[in-house]
Every structure is written in C-alpha cells, then in structure tokens.
C-alpha cells in the first residue's frame, strides 16, 4: 500500500466574493511510496502550491480524501492535524521562512521546541541534522550570516529534524542561482538515497529530472498518470544514467 | 531549544517595542502605586488627625440623674448616680471580641472640689491612658508620675494663682503629653496671653497636700477649667473608691467598625450607656472612602489605557509576524503554543513593567508625599504593594494580549506561509 494516498481531492475558493468559486484543484488522486522522491511541475496558477499545502495537511480540500500511513488526514481536528505535521512532515519553502532571530542551531531546533525531550538531546539532534546538510560548523550563525545556498540547507535541517517520514519542498531552489540551486538539490538527492520520502514542487526541469517521477498538473488536475509509481524506484540522476 | 528560548530571542529582537511596552506598563503601574500610596499615607494622617480629637466612644452610667457636662459629652450627674461603673468596668471593655481594635480606654471620676475657696471640677484619671487620648494637649512642667501629681488646666491653674507671666524672652520648650517627661520647671510658655511658667508647685485640696507636675496650656476646652489627679487618689478624695463616671474609649483606626464595638460594650456592660461620636467616625469614613474611590478610579482608567497599549502593541505585532507564526503552525505548533509563545513575551515584559512601575511608584510618592501631607509621614516599603502592582501587571499584560494571542493562533498556516 502507498505510504501517501490523495483521492480525488478538490479544492475551490469564493475568490471573487461574486458567489463564484474559483476551483484549483479538481479531482487529484496521486499515491506516493516510501522512499520514492516525487516532482510535481506545472505553470504558475495551475494549483501546485495549493496540491502541496493540501499534502502538508494544513489546507483541508472541499472534497476528497489525503491518507497518510493509513491516517485520513483531514478527519484530525486541527490541534491532532499540528501533532500530525510535526511528527509526519518535514517542510522546505521556497523562502526558507527561517528565523532571523535564531541562530542555525535554534533555527534547525525549532520543530523541537515543543517536544518534552532534553536540551542536551534537543542540540544533538539539531547538530546531526545540521552535520546531515554540511552545517555543522556554522551552528552559531544568524540566517543573515549564511549564504542562500546555505539558507537553503538549513531549512532541510530544519524540515528533517523530526525525522520526518514525508519531506515536502515547495521550490526550494526558486530564489537560488543555478550553482546554489544544484547544491542544494543534491541535498534532497543525498536524502533520499537515505531512505526519505521526497515531495517537491518544482518549476525547474532539470531540478525534476532528479526525482523518480515527474507529475504533471495544469489548471488544478494532474495531466500524466498519477498512479504510475514504480515500487522500486531508482534515481532519475543524469549520473544514474536515467533522464524522465 | 524550548518556546521560551523564541519567545526571549524575539524580545531581544524587538528591544525597541519590547522597551516601549515595559514603559507603558511601567507608567501605569506607577501611577497606581503612587496614588494608592499617597492616599494610603493621607488617609493614615486623616486617621490620626481624627484620631487627635479624642474619644469616639463614650461609656457612662445608665441614669436619670443631673447631668454635667464634660468637654461636650453629657455626663451622668456627679452626685447622685443611680447605676454606676466601677473600675472593673473598664477592665471589662477589653473583653469584647474587637479588643484588638481599641487604641484607648481611659476611665475617669469626676467630682467637684472646693480649692482654695473656688469650685472646679476634679477628675480623676489614669494618666497614662488619658495623655494617649488627648494628643493636643502641652504642658509646661513634666508628667504626672506620682501618687500626689496634679495637672492643672491654663485657667484653672490662673485662677489659683500657680502660674505667672515669664518676663524672659528665651524660648520655651512646650512638652508634649506623650514627649518623655523632663525637669521643666520655671520653664515659661508662649501662651495666647505672652509667657507663663509653673509658679507654685504645692495644693492642698481637701486636707491633702498635691504637687502640680504640669499646667496644660490652653485648649479652649473644658479642661482648661478642670484640676487632673491621679484615678485612685481622687477617687479616695471624693469618697467614691472603684467608682467612675466615664469611660472613653477611642476606636479610630482603620476600617474600624465602631457602631460593632458599641454594640459589644453595650453587651459587656448592661447598665452603662455607650454612646458613639458618630460625627468624627461618619466624617472619617467618607473621606477615606472617597480617597480611596479616586485613587482607585485613576488606577483603573490608567491601567485600562495600559491594557488598550499592549493590546495594539501586540495586534501590531501578530501582524508583523504572521509569516514567522505560519511556519511555526506549519511544523506543528499547536494553537496552545504559538498562544503560550505570545503571552510569554508579553508576561516577561508585564514583571518587568510591573517591578519597574513599583519601584518608579513609590520614588514618585516619596517625592510628592511633601505636597500632600502636612505631618511629613513616612512610607512604608510594602513588600504586598510590589506582588499586588506584577500581579496587576500580569492582569494588564494577559488583558491586553489574549485576543491578540487567540487570532495568531486561528492564522490559517497554508495562508500565513505565502505571507509577503
């Protein structure tokens, strides 16, 4: 059975405040698999964001269903749905959205803050997390005092802390050079040869042609099979010899 | 890695809001701190200026007999009582459940004597307790301390000729009842009439030889007629040993229930009639309740624009960082921490604003306190004032911040997240 199940999810919004509704998403049904790293590309406006927040389970749909490790998501109440994502996923958004506050350390702690574990196991923790990115020797640095490639890494840290079965992207490399961009996909590459679940939105071809499957959506539906999850992926790497 | 480590590093973030919040706190809470403690203090004086006009309960025999006045209280005829008190009576007032609340009983027999071949009024007294009770009163000359002491009022004593005009310009210290007792004889007195010192120290009423200890200088009052001897001495002088005409009892303190403590003389003495002077106690509950009615309202209106402050301040803030609570939503913060996240800055800053406003509250009494009070007191540090201004504080800070607070934590996250 696929780790994530969404079943003909819909989603539409009172836009206009006409009575109209404004359908994003209309009738998506995917399955993602353990360990498999999946890309969803499409043109701007075409729902991708809206299908990840829906994944991330904090944007309940107007119909359908998202299972999770046999979990229905959206039957949760709000407060078990915030247990859920921080105990299930891990985030990366295309801004980071790190605290300019905390330093790498703190900022890569942040999803334990509210775990009852000691401070002492709260930093190793953090540490390897870091140490898992290339980080571990700028602990002590302000988000400002990082590069954006580095910012970038650090919102992995951040997203993979918790160990998180399902690591969700939203462009993560959308505001980085090409350099930077590359640096931080072998990143999610490095992860998910470790095992991790990987669901990335993307707008870059060659940043999708890392995953083992490319899916398609345009104006709110998903254009190529949605089900056609290979059970024993192996990497789209141009190094692995596989182009998609 | 805990909620309060973001809580403290988005202080030391926001130092600037996080001052401008402290202060508005603090200036509320100084103000509270100092117009409650400036009518703590005032009222204190109030109540001892109150206190100085003497006895507000008066216990005298029940009786149909002559009366006679005594410093505007009727008393019951000298003579020919037809119930009477007697010491034990007095003793017996400290027997009520509100004894605690007696500042003074002070028991007199009073009697007319002949001395000297004039008539005045002799009362016997326990000196210790009447000096308590007549805090106006001065005298030139020293505390009665012997069996034999007298004190003489400013008329009485002209009258039988004990004091004289003093011809020397020094100046003449003037003893309060309740100031220890110095040698002061031959001391003269600024009286309304020039000087006057004790010139005669020996009397003789009724066969028996007294020393006049102190002339009183005038009061305007009865007793500026009237000869003090020692209680038990008079008593045997008048053929009345144990007997009294009167109790005084002075009840004024705070929040005192006088009418209560009248009921329960009355209980624990049947045939004395005790009669409160509702004036003084009236006139004294209405103004400290009115003090104490603005200090309160001022407080409030103060504390309530405190309150409306952190409110915006933390409306504003929410605001600011609807991005930052998005993203804590969206790694799994419940709705109960990003709240325990926002009231904890908004709490540290109210015990600072609380603790700071205390202190800024009492220097600012202090400086003031010589504009309101007359007698100079004094303030108390008051270790209750400091927990009651950071509880207030708290109560302001939690006011102000919860609905703030509350509609950070419905920040729909999928929202927040794309938040430019």
Same mark, same amino acid.
């Given at each position: 059975?696929?780790?994530?199940?969404?079943?003909?999810?819909?989603?539409?919004?009172?836009?206009?405040?006409?009575?109209? =509704?404004?359908?994003?998403?209309?009738?998506?049904?995917?399955?993602?698999?353990?360990?498999? #790293?999946?890309?969803?590309?499409?043109?701007?406006?075409?729902?991708?964001?809206?299908?990840?927040?829906?994944?991330?389970?904090?944007?309940?749909?107007?119909?359908?269903?998202?299972?999770?490790?046999?979990?229905?998501?959206?039957? =949760?109440?709000?407060?078990?749905?915030?247990? #859920?994502?921080?105990?299930?996923?891990?985030?990366?958004?295309?801004?980071?959205?790190?605290?300019?506050?905390?330093?790498?350390?703190?900022?890569?702690?942040?999803?334990?803050?509210?775990? &009852?574990?000691?401070?002492?196991?709260?930093?190793?923790?953090?540490?390897?997390?870091?140490?898992?990115?290339?980080?571990?020797?700028?602990?002590?640095?302000?988000?400002?005092?990082?590069?954006?490639?580095?910012?970038?890494?650090?919102?992995?840290?951040?997203?993979?802390?918790?160990?998180?079965?399902?690591?969700?992207?939203?462009?993560?490399? +959308?505001?980085?050079?090409?350099?930077?961009?590359?640096?931080?996909?072998?990143?999610?590459?490095?992860?998910?040869?470790?095992?991790?679940?990987?669901?990335?939105?993307?707008?870059? &071809?060659?940043?999708?042609?890392?995953?083992?499957?490319?899916?398609?959506?345009?104006?709110?539906?998903?254009?190529?099979?949605?089900?056609?999850?290979?059970?024993?992926?192996?990497?789209?790497?141009?190094?692995?010899?596989?182009?998609? | 890695?805990?909620?309060?480590?973001?809580?403290?590093?988005?202080?030391?973030?926001?130092?600037?809001?996080?001052?401008?919040?402290?202060?508005?706190?603090?200036?509320?809470?100084?103000?509270?701190?100092?117009?409650?403690?400036?009518?703590?203090? %005032?009222?204190?004086?109030?109540?001892?200026?109150?206190?100085? #006009?003497?006895?507000? %309960?008066?216990?005298? &025999?029940?009786?149909?007999?002559?009366?006679?006045?005594?410093?505007?209280?009727?008393?019951?005829?000298?003579?020919?009582?037809?119930?009477?008190?007697?010491?034990?009576?007095?003793?017996?007032?400290?027997? %009520?459940?509100?004894?605690?609340?007696?500042?003074?009983?002070?028991?007199?027999?009073?009697?007319?004597?002949?001395?000297?071949?004039?008539?005045?009024?002799?009362?016997?007294?326990?000196?210790?307790?009447?000096?308590?009770?007549?805090?106006?009163?001065?005298?030139?000359?020293?505390?009665?301390?012997?069996?034999?002491? =007298?004190?003489?009022?400013?008329?009485?004593?002209?009258?039988?000729?004990?004091?004289?005009?003093?011809?020397?310009?020094?100046?003449?210290?003037?003893?309060?009842?309740?100031?220890?007792?110095?040698?002061?004889?031959?001391?003269?007195?600024?009286?309304?009439?020039?000087?006057?010192?004790?010139?005669?120290?020996?009397?003789?009423?009724?066969?028996?030889?007294?020393?006049?200890?102190?002339?009183?200088?005038?009061?305007?009052?009865?007793?500026?007629?009237?000869?003090?001897?020692?209680?038990?001495?008079?008593?045997?002088?008048?053929?009345?040993?144990?007997?009294?005409?009167?109790?005084?009892?002075?009840?004024?303190?705070?929040?005192?229930?006088?009418?209560?403590?009248?009921?329960?003389?009355?209980?624990?003495?049947?045939?004395?009639?005790?009669?409160?002077?509702?004036?003084?106690?009236?006139?004294?509950?209405?103004?400290?309740?009115?003090?104490?009615?603005?200090?309160?309202?001022?407080? +409030?209106?103060? =504390?309530?624009?405190?309150?409306?402050?952190? #409110?915006?301040?933390?409306?504003?803030?929410?605001?600011?960082?609807?991005?930052?609570?998005?993203?804590?939503?969206?790694?799994?913060?419940?709705?109960?921490?990003?709240?325990?996240?926002?009231?904890?800055?908004?709490?540290?800053?109210?015990?600072?604003?609380?603790?700071?406003?205390?202190?800024?509250?009492?220097?600012?009494?202090?400086?003031?306190? &010589?504009?309101?009070?007359?007698?100079?007191?004094?303030?108390?540090?008051?270790?209750?004032?400091?927990?009651?201004?950071?509880?207030?504080?708290?109560?302001?800070?939690?006011?102000?911040?919860?609905?703030?607070?509350?509609?950070?934590?419905?920040?729909?996250?999928?929202?927040?997240?794309?938040?430019?």
């Amino acid at each position: 059975m696929s780790f994530v199940v969404l079943k003909d999810v819909s989603k539409a919004y009172g836009a206009d405040g006409s009575g109209a =509704l404004t359908r994003v998403l209309k009738g998506v049904s995917l399955e993602v698999s353990e360990g498999e #790293f999946v890309a969803l590309m499409g043109p701007s406006g075409s729902g991708k964001s809206t299908l990840l927040t829906v994944l991330g389970a904090m944007n309940r749909p107007t119909t359908g269903q998202l299972i999770v490790d046999g979990i229905d998501v959206y039957a =949760l109440s709000e407060e078990r749905r915030a247990d #859920f994502r921080r105990e299930y996923l891990g985030f990366v958004f295309q801004q980071h959205h790190l605290m300019p506050f905390l330093n790498a350390l703190e900022n890569a702690s942040l999803p334990l803050a509210i775990l &009852p574990s000691s401070a002492r196991e709260k930093r190793e923790r953090a540490l390897s997390a870091l140490a898992k990115v290339g980080l571990a020797d700028k602990a002590a640095r302000l988000p400002s005092q990082l590069s954006g490639g580095e910012q970038g890494r650090l919102a992995i840290a951040r997203a993979i802390v918790n160990a998180p079965p399902l690591l969700l992207a939203d462009e993560p490399t +959308g505001t980085l050079d090409t350099r930077t961009g590359d640096e931080i996909m072998r990143v999610f590459r490095d992860l998910n040869a470790a095992g991790q679940t990987v669901f990335m939105v993307t707008h870059n &071809p060659s940043n999708a042609a890392l995953s083992h499957r490319v899916l398609h959506i345009v104006d709110g539906r998903i254009t190529n099979d949605p089900t056609a999850s290979d059970p024993t992926p192996e990497l789209c790497l141009p190094t692995a010899g596989r182009a998609q | 890695m805990r909620i309060s480590t973001i809580a403290l590093a988005n202080l030391r973030r926001r130092r600037g809001k996080a001052a401008f919040l402290v202060a508005g706190i603090s200036i509320g809470i100084a103000t509270a701190v100092a117009l409650l403690t400036l009518s703590e203090t %005032i009222r204190d004086e109030i109540g001892l200026q109150l206190d100085q #006009f003497g006895a507000n %309960i008066v216990v005298v &025999p029940k009786s149909n007999s002559l009366a006679l006045d005594y410093g505007g209280v009727t008393v019951s005829g000298v003579s020919f009582d037809v119930g009477q008190l007697r010491d034990e009576d007095a003793r017996r007032v400290f027997d %009520i459940p509100y004894r605690n609340r007696l500042a003074v009983v002070a028991p007199k027999i009073l009697g007319a004597v002949e001395i000297e071949g004039r008539q005045l009024l002799l009362a016997g007294v326990d000196f210790a307790e009447e000096l308590k009770l007549k805090r106006w009163w001065r005298l030139v000359g020293e505390r009665p301390k012997g069996e034999t002491d =007298l004190l003489v009022g400013y008329e009485a004593a002209r009258a039988l000729s004990l004091v004289e005009q003093a011809t020397d310009d020094r100046s003449a210290p003037v003893v309060p009842t309740l100031a220890p007792a110095v040698g002061m004889k031959g001391h003269a007195h600024q009286s309304s009439d020039g000087h006057f010192r004790v010139a005669r120290e020996r009397l003789t009423i009724g066969g028996k030889e007294f020393r006049v200890a102190g002339v009183l200088t005038p009061t305007g009052g009865r007793e500026d007629e009237m000869v003090f001897g020692r209680l038990d001495g008079v008593q045997a002088l008048l053929g009345r040993p144990g007997q009294l005409s009167l109790v005084e009892v002075s009840a004024l303190c705070q929040d005192c229930p006088v009418e209560d403590i009248v009921a329960q003389i009355n209980q624990q003495l049947p045939n004395a009639k005790v009669s409160a002077v509702q004036q003084a106690v009236r006139a004294r509950t209405e103004t400290v309740e009115r003090l104490t009615r603005f200090a309160l309202a001022v407080s +409030g209106v103060v =504390l309530l624009i405190g309150a409306l402050m952190i #409110f915006t301040t933390t409306s504003g803030a929410v605001v600011e960082r609807t991005k930052e609570i998005g993203v804590l939503r969206a790694i799994g913060f419940r709705r109960a921490h990003i709240i325990k996240g926002l009231m904890l800055e908004v709490l540290l800053l109210s015990t600072a604003g609380g603790l700071l406003g205390w202190a800024a509250g009492l220097l600012a009494s202090r400086a003031l306190l &010589p504009y309101f009070s007359q007698t100079g007191a004094g303030l108390e540090v008051d270790p209750w004032l400091a927990l009651l201004s950071v509880a207030t504080a708290l109560g302001v800070g939690a006011a102000g911040s919860i609905y703030p607070a509350l509609r950070a934590s419905r920040l729909d996250p999928s929202e927040a997240v794309r938040y430019v």
